[in-house]
């Protein structure tokens, strides 16, 4: 579908959802808003055609010497949920152990900005991330926690407005080697 396609539908979609809830898209205060809505909304789902794993290959160098673990913390997550389209927002801490070749930290963060402008699920983002962080740079071993407040869970049904969801997903070292996953756990403030 190209560009111009995918927004007209868009605009329709959201002009029809005025309607659905009540109000009436041709009224004075919402002029222009189901094309703004659309554009917001083209630019908040604009994870399908990149490839984050080819961005994140770009910004490859040798190790140098450096064999210890590399953590990025607290990368900003903003996301909705394949469930109810609804936000989903909070933090993303990824660790590795390094091998021959180091990431570009600023591309870890662009490609995990990619994945979350996809209809998400926080336990397949938080497996997504590590399998590409694996298939780049093959560490000795890697670890992602992806700490978020699903408003489908705090905005309504239960309306648990305290509730955050916690996924961790460890491979190689920092999975076989409890010390190492303890570290990690620990320096992104989830040890209990
Ligand atoms: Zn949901």
């Known amino acids: ?5 995918s927004m007209s539908i868009r605009s329709r ?12 898209p041709a009224r004075l205060g919402l002029t222009g808003t189901p094309e703004r809505a659309a554009r917001a909304h083209a630019e908040l789902f604009d994870g399908y055609d990149i490839n984050p794993q080819a961005l994140l290959a770009k910004a490859m160098e040798p ?3 450096y064999a210890g673990l590399v953590l990025v913390r607290g990368i900003r ?3 909705h949920c394949e469930h ?4 989903m927002e909070g933090l993303v801490h990824v660790g590795y152990l390094p091998d021959s070749h180091l990431l ?5 963060a662009r490609a995990i900005e990619v994945l979350t402008r996809q209809l998400q699920g926080q336990e397949r983002l938080t497996r997504e991330i590590a399998d590409i962080i694996e298939k780049v740079a093959h560490p000795k071993g ?9 408003h489908c869970i705090t905005e309504r049904g239960v309306r648990q407005t305290d509730s955050d ?22 320096l992104c403030g989830l040890a209990g």
């Open 165 to 186: 969801t916690v996924t961790v997903v460890t491979r190689g070292t920092l999975d076989s080697n409890p010390g190492l996953r303890r570290d990690f756990l620990g």
């Open 84 to 87: 109810h389209m609804l936000p």
């Open 63 to 65: 190790a140098d010497g």
């Open 104 to 108: 570009g930290l600023s591309k870890v």
């Open 1 to 5: 579908m190209n560009a111009e396609d």
């Open 77 to 79: 997550l903003y996301s």
């Open 142 to 150: 890697v670890a992602v926690a992806v700490v978020a407040r699903h």
């Open 13 to 24: 979609a959201m002009a029809a959802l005025i309607r659905a809830t009540g109000d009436d």
